[in-house]
């Protein structure tokens, strides 16, 4: 399946932003670490960071020691996030280094020195053309420089039972059950081995198992969601990976159950949800998906399964099963 304007707005919103850096970030030292921009770490050659997978690469959740002369971060989603990010990359900081972070004005790099000035000792915008902004900052302090200060501990309730549940900034419904995942549990059968395609901090993989599933596997491109899935769900088999590559060698499953990502950053996308489904034929006998009413998810399904039925909806959302039978 080729990819759409939404998968095509959202790459070439990342390659400005990214030619921006390229523009401005031109003479950094050579104990440098680029976060979560692979295009900028390819052209200055430099160590790279990110707690997301992509392609081959695997994320990881915290970045090396270091120490670093220069550290970049290409501004994330999400205030906590922006917040865990920063206190991590300032903290692989050397003497007398300097922190680069630099994203859209709609991103919300404005923001940015104001919500640090209490953590480092200067932090401002040194350059603002073309909607995209760099900031620069050096002399960190009060930082919270461990993953294990960011761990957010909840209380998930699901079926009429409150569970402890571990989340981190940034991973989907904060520790929660977000209304999708919900109205796709709701009266799910499940038998056989399971993969719960985007896992986030697990709570579908909890559900799959508490219907029945002799066994799930569960996958993330974020190295701190498969970090949550293996303290929540500890019976469930977590790997991390870009999509299908975490499970390359895995499998066949029965069924694969997913409520997917439809975004990258800020922009809708959805090359990833095409994949499983294109993919999931050759992997499983039956797929189940939660997706929002108005992605078109029908015409993809029918291209690629041989049945396909709408078994639940609400005002937001539609539940899919197809089948290869
Ligand atoms: C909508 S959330 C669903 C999370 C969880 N299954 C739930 O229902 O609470 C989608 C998940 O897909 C993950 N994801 C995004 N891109 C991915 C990729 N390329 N490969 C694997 N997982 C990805 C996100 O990190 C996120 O945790």
Redesign the pocket.
Known sequence: MKKNRMDKRADLHEEHVSRFAREELTELPEATLVADDERLAEALGTEFWSRW??GERVGKAWPAAGPFDAVTLRLPKGRRPIEMAVHALGGILAPGGVLYIYGSNDEGIRSVPKMFSDHFDEIDTVSYRQKCRLVRASGPKNLRSSLAEWEERHELQMDNRAMPWVSYPG???KGG??D??AL?LDGLEVHGSVL??????????AGLLARGADRVDS????AL?IESTRINVPEAQAYL???WL?VQDKGPWDMIV?????H?GVAEDYG?LKSLIEQAPKRADSLILVVQRQVPVYRWLEESFRTVSRLKESSRFHVWQASVR
């Open positions: 997978s992509s991973l989907f419904a059950v977000d999708a995942t796709l719960d395609f985007g896992c986030g901090t697990g709570v579908l993989s996958i993330d491109a974020d969601a990976g870009d999509g975490a997913s409520n997917p990502p439809v990258k990833l």
